[in-house]
């Protein structure tokens, strides 16, 4: 619980930073910035694994690439099931995905699958 909620909260600063960078992307609210965050973490828990089996020859053929289209595709889900999040086309879904993604990538070295966060502290031996 405490990881999904940590992996929570990186995800409303990444859709927070893609609202702020990406003009067409916009939120009504704060509480819809963190609904949108919540659905979007059940949606990448759900349909994401579906969509990532069912597509795997594409993301083989383009080398990963083709993954960038399903989290845009997320994205856009999301924005369709919330009212208060707007997303203005594929375009935009696709910057928007490339941010989150970017976001949850640096934040992943510091936060650990259970919430905590990890250092990693290196002795020297003299």
């Keep these: 619980m405490r990881g999904f909620l940590a992996r929570m909260l990186i995800s409303a600063l990444g859709l927070w930073l893609a609202a702020q960078t990406v003009p067409s992307i916009q939120f009504a609210s704060t509480g819809s910035l963190i609904a949108a965050a919540f659905w979007l973490g059940i949606v990448n828990a759900v349909v994401r694994p579906i969509l990532v089996i069912l597509t795997f020859p594409i993301t083989v ?66």
């Excluded at 935009?92 to 995905?97: D, K, R, V, Y």
């Excluded at 949850?104 to 502290?121: D, K, P, Q």
């Design 61 to 126: 053929v383009t080398l990963g690439l083709f993954l960038l289209f399903i989290n845009a595709a997320m994205l856009n889900l999301v924005a369709w099931l919330l009212e208060g999040f707007t997303i203005g086309g594929w375009g935009s879904a696709l910057l928007g995905a490339l941010i989150l993604s970017l976001t949850s990538w640096i934040a992943s070295w510091t936060i650990g699958s259970n919430g905590r966060y990890e250092l990693l502290v290196i002795e020297r031996g003299e």
